[in-house]
């Protein structure tokens, strides 16, 4: 009976320890960063969008513009290609930016990413294009573990300032906001896994797909 309990008790209590431990990362995180505040950008990884934006792609917008309404980000780039959904990510990120605020002279969209590690990649190069040093990436405390990660494998100089939720929660909460979608629709898309096979699409997740030239 005991061996029955324990795989239940994982399964209830896992999720949530993981969510635990992945807020107490973002704190520390954050604190790293904090002598390096403010940056001359932010990168923010893209989600597909269909009819409204997700719960994640809402966290993620509402945190970049919280960082640079509190002046901690100069600019925010925004990734992400036409991925899963006739719409490109980083210009319907940016969209919904506009609405709460944000200066389109300060947002910067990079439509090329399919991948996370790709959004890290070509996100920090384009800043770097535009005379930009002082560069972090911003996204859920979930997808931040394995972009670090990446980051370091490739020695990329940035700091990470993921998501606190309890800090972000008040604002996610109260916030509703609609765009019009039209201006980042893709005619004639095609899926990415219509695309491309199964181990290509896992390459590209690894950041194996990354061509230097290309930059």
């Not at 991925?83 to 990079?110: F, N, R, T």
């Not at 560069?135 to 980051?151: E, G, H, V, Y």
């Not at 972000?168 to 609609?178: A, D, G, S």
Request: charged share 25%; hydrophobic share 45%; net charge negative.
């Amino acid at each position: 009976m005991k061996r029955l309990l324990f795989p239940l008790f994982l399964l209830l209590v896992g999720p949530l320890l993981m969510f635990q431990v992945a807020c107490q990362s973002a704190y520390r995180a954050y604190e790293i960063a904090e002598p390096n505040m403010p940056f001359d950008a932010i990168i923010v990884p893209g989600v597909p969008y269909d009819s409204g934006w997700s719960q994640v792609m809402k966290m993620r917008v509402l945190w970049s513009v919280d960082l640079y309404k509190k002046g901690i980000a100069e600019k925010i780039i925004y990734s992400g290609s036409a991925v899963y959904s006739p719409y490109v990510e980083a210009e319907i990120m940016g969209l919904y930016a506009q609405k709460l605020g944000v200066d389109p002279d300060d947002i910067i969209i990079e439509d090329r990413a399919e991948h996370s590690t790709e959004n890290l990649w070509y996100g920090y190069h384009l800043a770097q294009k535009h005379g930009m040093e002082n560069i972090a990436l911003a996204t859920d405390p979930f997808q931040n573990a394995m972009l670090k990660s990446f980051a370091n494998r490739k020695d990329i100089p940035m700091d990470f300032v993921p998501v606190i939720i309890d800090q972000l929660k008040p604002i996610f909460e109260k916030t509703t906001v609609t765009i019009d979608p039209t201006s980042a629709y893709v005619n004639d898309f095609v899926a990415l896994p219509d695309r491309e096979s199964r181990t290509k699409r896992w390459m590209g997740t690894m950041g194996l797909n990354i061509k230097k030239e290309e930059l």
